[in-house]
């Protein structure tokens, strides 16, 4: 089973910073099986990005995926308040088919 | 508008079972796999399982395999997952959620329902 390991735990920064935040998976993955949600209290998680680079219908150009085989970045420039959220990564597995998804990183804008 | 409504918020024994659903509305369901992810409170996100809508297959996470059933009435575009021998460790919000054909990723959710597992 592969395992997601996301850094930081948790990340504070202020509006119109960068934030970048890692996914590193215990082994090399295909890049399409990817994905980065967001998810606010009391939400459902949200699909970002897909297929490690991919941004989802009505996803603004502020979030940005990338990286290959072992490491991804989901960067966001211009924080707003709003992308107060925790960020997971998630990965598909197949034969037999497993998700798995990292921990999550908490990020916090003051 | 493509969604995903599930049943209520459920409370139940140690050792029962719990049974949740999950209604597609606004798109032709049956070519999407749909799978059950749960997160206990304050916690992360942990996959239990999926259903590839088309014929019923199912498959399952390891941990679950023992435990979990999720399955497909096609005639009401409904899921369901039943988990059996609850313990307190099973209270979470469960989500049902899409995945598009040949993806990889879940692209709609279910609102989530709490399951409470106490005596």
């Known amino acids: 089973e592969i395992v997601l390991t996301q850094s930081p735990g948790t990340l504070s920064l202020s509006p119109g910073e960068r934030a970048t935040l890692s996914c590193r998976a215990s082994?090399?993955?295909?890049?399409?099986?990817l994905t980065w949600f967001q998810q606010k209290p009391g939400q459902a998680p949200r699909l970002l990005i897909y297929a490690a680079s991919n941004r989802a219908t009505g996803i603004p150009d502020s979030f940005t995926g990338s990286g290959s085989g072992t490491d991804f970045t989901l960067s966001i420039s211009r924080l707003e308040p709003e992308d107060s959220a925790v960020y997971y990564c998630?990965?598909?597995?197949?034969?037999?088919?497993?998700?798995?998804f990292g921990q999550g990183t908490r990020l916090e804008i003051k | 508008q493509a969604q995903l409504v599930q049943s209520g918020a459920e409370v139940k024994k140690p050792g029962a079972s719990v049974k949740v659903s999950c209604k597609a509305f606004?798109?032709?369901?049956?070519?999407?796999?749909m799978h059950w992810v749960r997160q206990a409170p304050g916690q992360g996100l942990e996959w239990l399982g999926r259903?590839?809508?088309?014929?019923?297959?199912?498959h399952y996470a390891q941990k679950f395999r023992d435990r979990v059933t999720v399955t497909r009435d096609t005639s009401t575009s409904t899921v369901y997952m039943e988990l059996s021998s609850l313990g307190s460790e099973d209270t979470a919000v469960y989500y049902c959620a899409r995945e598009p054909p040949e993806t990889m990723y879940f692209d709609l959710w279910g609102q989530g329902t709490l399951v409470t597992v106490s005596s």
């Open positions: 606004g798109y032709p369901s049956a070519t999407y796999y």
């Open positions: 259903v590839d809508t088309s014929d019923g297959r199912a």
């Open positions: 998630q990965q598909y597995g197949g034969s037999p088919p497993e998700y798995t």
């Open positions: 082994r090399s993955i295909n890049s399409r099986s």
